[in-house]
């Protein structure tokens, strides 16, 4: 019996330990790393937006109802057995021994519910994993109103998911007299907010353009709906229109071309470059590596009730692999092409960096949670620190307690700013103005956040990403500059920014 009670523990043991790892080591923001095929201009994506955390975590819960039934059953045979004893002390001892032991496998089955439902009742709720269809495209109709009779066989709708038709009569049904035939409604099968159907008056993209369906700053730029009809104005039916698809999942775009991503501005036209599409932080950058040469973010998990993207992207890239070198932040609005060519946060920062690796962060959809960051002399956050400079009109962006809240400041530690000494216990202490660059020595971070620490001046040097407080820099990169027997602080310059 002794046995079977410690096999069901540690069974159930092994399955809370995994989905804790799962929560605490998965979860944390990752998403699987997405990737375009590598061919001439933008495929279309073939993923689905679900996360293994939620896969794991589909298995666990129906681990736990395996396991519940297991041990119920093993209850059932226990008084089975003991029925059928028939007076035998060896099988009623038996029996006994396998009822005790499906009483205490339910117990600790109930137990480990009771304590996951305390921490978060979203973990013992059984739901099957969603998969979002990210293939998408749009049905092409030869009526208006996207009208498709039933018995007519020269009007059926057309899937088209292909990015570039140079000419789109090929693609529909001939009419009655085996002749082409135009475009005259579309109809999307995405949503909207993740295409961009381009559509041109002529062959080859050439005459007039209209595009339907893609969000800039949360409106369309021709009103669309995913599954409702949306004539095409003015077809021209002996010349055939062309159409370009672009597909935007919500993530950040990195391409190999630094011409506004790789698009021809007058036609619009998609050239011959390589793309990713991340949505998580990499260590490495596989089959993309030191390629990246420009960057534009694409928001998602559109609210129409208040019409704000709750998925809102920054980035921050990295000259080496496992997030190591220089580094250069990107936080444009969304749709922003910028070229690794000029560093957007300083002229004098670094720029055409070879990218190996990726963090990204999401940004806060309102004002940013808890006080900011806050940069200490002493190791454990003691001593002097960092402070407000009034004379500079940063008070909108670090409080009068020395906090930086949402930086994007240039600081340059090797300049005077305003230091204050630890307030004695009658008061403040005093601010003075001195020179701070090399002797942050620990950090206190209040609040998301997350902290780019740079060993120069003009965040150049090498660069490291923090989330957290640090209370001694020299167990970290940041505080190991210098000679082996000489180790010294090398913080020159920083930037803060909220996260979600």
Not at 205 to 231: L, R
Request: hydrophobic letters at 35%; a negative charge; aromatic letters at 12%.
């Amino acid at each position: 019996m002794i046995k079977k009670i410690l096999l069901i523990v540690v069974l159930v043991s092994f399955l809370m330990g995994g989905f804790c790892f799962v929560e605490t080591c998965l979860a944390q923001g990752k998403e699987l790393e997405i990737h375009y095929p590598e061919v001439s201009g933008a495929e279309t994506p073939t993923t689905t937006k679900t996360f293994l955390p939620a896969y794991i975590e589909y298995i666990f819960t129906w681990a736990i109802i395996i396991a519940g039934l297991l041990a119920f059953f093993a209850l059932v045979y226990g008084g089975i057995l003991y029925l059928t004893s028939a007076g035998n002390p060896s099988k009623m001892s038996d029996a006994r021994e396998q009822i005790i032991a499906g009483f205490l496998g339910l117990i600790i089955l109930l137990s480990s519910f009771l304590i996951l439902n305390t921490i978060d009742p979203q973990l013992v709720i059984l739901e099957k994993p969603k998969l979002e269809q990210a293939i998408g495209g749009i049905y092409a109709y030869v009526g208006l109103g996207c009208a498709d009779e039933i018995e007519n066989y020269y009007d059926d709708k057309v899937i088209i998911t292909q990015t570039h038709i140079p000419e789109i009569s090929k693609w529909l049904p001939k009419d009655e007299n085996k002749k082409n035939q135009s475009l005259k409604c579309i109809e999307f099968i995405s949503k909207p907010e993740n295409l961009t159907v381009n559509i041109f008056s002529d062959p080859n993209y050439g005459g007039t353009k209209i595009a339907y369906g893609s969000k800039i700053n949360g409106d369309y730029i021709k009103t669309a709906e995913k599954g409702v009809p949306k004539n095409i104005p003015d077809p021209t039916p002996d010349t055939g229109l062309s159409m370009i698809l672009d597909y935007y999942l919500p993530g950040v775009y990195l391409y190999s071309n630094s011409d506004d991503c790789g698009r021809n501005s007058t036609t619009g036209e998609i050239k011959d470059i390589k793309i990713k599409l991340y949505k998580g932080s990499s260590a490495t950058l596989p089959e993309f590596d030191n390629q990246t040469k420009s960057i534009k973010f694409i928001y998602g998990d559109w609210d129409n009730d208040k019409k704000i993207y709750k998925s809102k992207y920054a980035a921050i890239l990295h000259e080496h692999e496992n997030f190591m070198g220089q580094a250069m932040l990107f936080d444009q609005n969304e749709r922003e092409c910028l070229s690794l060519s000029e560093n957007p946060v300083s002229a004098d920062g670094p720029a055409n960096i070879g990218v190996s690796s990726i963090t990204i962060y999401q940004k806060p959809i309102g004002d940013p949670i808890g006080n900011g960051v806050k940069f200490y002399e002493g190791k454990g956050m003691q001593g002097k620190y960092l402070a407000d400079d009034d004379e500079k009109g940063d008070d909108k962006d670090i409080t009068g307690d020395g906090y930086y809240k949402n930086n994007g400041l240039e600081k340059d530690l090797n300049t005077n700013l305003t230091v204050k000494n630890p307030p004695p216990p009658d008061g403040d202490g005093l601010p003075s103005e001195e020179n701070f660059d090399n002797r942050a020595t620990s950090m206190e971070m209040r609040g998301n956040y997350i902290a780019l620490l740079f060993e120069h001046s003009n965040y150049k040097g090498d660069c490291e990403i923090f989330t957290k407080r640090n209370i001694y820099f020299r167990y970290n990169r940041i505080g190991q500059c210098g000679f082996w027997l000489a180790r010294t602080n090398c913080l020159s310059s920083f930037i803060i920014k909220a996260t979600r």
